[in-house]
């Protein structure tokens, strides 16, 4: 499944509802799921960080069909194959 195809089906799943909570509301809820995420990385639960990364994947997606933007499109034009500050594959920037 290619990004927009996963974008594309949260919509289908769950517009109508981000619709009716809106943008600021929905953007909470992506927080909280990273901080589900953190909580599972610390415990070093395999299983919760699958369902986890996939909740974060999910929020992201249905924040981004609020408004209006193409995660796949967006993720390609900033991320070309190489970094996009050192123009490099593998990056040599500083940390
Ligand atoms: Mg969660
Ligand atoms: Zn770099």
């Known amino acids: 499944m290619h990004i ?3 974008q594309e089906m949260i919509k289908d799943i769950y517009f ?3 619709r009716k ?3 600021e509301r ?3 809820w992506l927080v909280e799921e990273v901080g589900e995420l953190a909580e599972a990385i610390r415990k070093g639960d395999k ?3 699958d369902e986890e990364f996939a909740d974060v994947l999910a929020w992201l997606a249905s924040l981004a069909n609020l408004l209006g933007i193409d995660l796949e499109k967006a993720a390609e034009k900033k991320y070309p194959g190489v ?3 050192c123009g490099k594959k593998a990056c ?3 940390e």
Request: aromatic content about 20%.
């Open 83 to 85: 970094c996009p500050y």
């Open 26 to 28: 929905t953007f909470f």
């Open 92 to 94: 040599e920037c500083e």
């Open 47 to 49: 299983e919760a960080m």
């Open 16 to 18: 109508h509802k981000d």
């Open 4 to 6: 927009r195809e996963f």
């Open 21 to 23: 909570r809106g943008v």
